[in-house]
DNA sequence: TGGTGTGGTATCTTTTATGATACCGGGGAG
DNA sequence: CTCCCCGGTATCATAAAAGATACCACACCA
């Protein structure tokens, strides 16, 4: 019936996810709704133009976020989470929990190596 | 009150579960329980040596999963999940089901354009 | 005596991801 | 006229991840 080994989902999850700017992409668009490039770029030191956009178009790709363009002068472009994008919010709050958990744990681990 | 950001912690869960073989020894362990080296290695095929010690050494550092010598010879050595190591579950679980819909709709896409 | 199984290391090469930098068109501000 | 803003692209360089290959000690088996 199903031939795809099980892990393989798991995997395509994670390559959707996986990419230095794409959580910190994701959980902006999720929480302050729709951006445009350059609003979501000054929200993201240290990104270059590049990068961003090429994140952009991963997700994009994926189906994950929607790229609309405006024919204006200047440019707009927004981006915007899908409905299929918004079904990783789950995820995207399992690991936001579990990372709360592992802060705690090292911060843990640090007072009791230097007590 | 809190000085990190949002997204480093669910970067932090990300940064754990990514690479090439995490994520299928992961639920090797979790499915079959402690595993013996070469256990692991001939239910994963195409993974080289150094590679199944260097992705089982970095999930050893977190403390997710558990390394035992047994000082025999020839050696044994076993690997487990630890209790916090087993925290990651919710996680994969979601992952898991999002990418069970994920390849649905893959195929759907196929077939509309192939209709 | 030579080969096998165990759980690795040490090098080297290839592939992939990320980053720095420069450039673009065209309107609007000064 | 010159510069900036917008949302990019193109080129090149670097860093990080993954992979191929060879080697190791030791005991056991035949």
């Given at each position: 019936?199903?031939?795809?080994?099980?892990?393989?989902?798991?995997?395509?999850?994670?390559?959707?996810?996986?990419?230095k700017w794409k959580p910190i992409i994701?959980?902006?668009?999720?929480?302050?709704?729709?951006?445009?490039?350059?609003?979501?770029?000054?929200?993201?030191?240290?990104?270059?133009?590049?990068?961003?956009?090429?994140?952009?178009?991963?997700?994009?790709?994926?189906?994950?976020?929607?790229?609309?363009?405006?024919?204006?002068?200047?440019?707009?472009?927004?981006?915007?989470?899908?409905?299929?994008?918004?079904?990783?919010?789950?995820?995207?709050?399992?690991?936001?929990?579990?990372?709360?958990?592992?802060?705690?744990?090292?911060?843990?681990?640090?007072?009791?190596?230097?007590?």
């Open positions: 019936m199903e031939k795809v080994p099980e892990q393989c989902r798991v995997e395509d999850a994670l390559s959707i996810l996986t990419g994701l959980l902006h668009l999720l929480q302050e709704g729709t951006q445009r490039f350059n609003e979501l770029k000054r929200k993201m030191p240290g990104v270059t133009q590049k990068m961003l956009t090429k994140q952009l178009r991963e997700l994009e790709e994926e189906d994950i976020i929607a790229r609309t363009i405006y024919p204006q002068v200047p440019p707009k472009v927004e981006y915007a989470m899908t409905d299929y994008g918004r079904s990783l919010e789950p995820i995207l709050e399992a690991m936001h929990e579990w990372g709360r958990n592992h802060t705690l744990r090292k911060r843990q681990k640090q007072q009791t190596s230097t007590s």
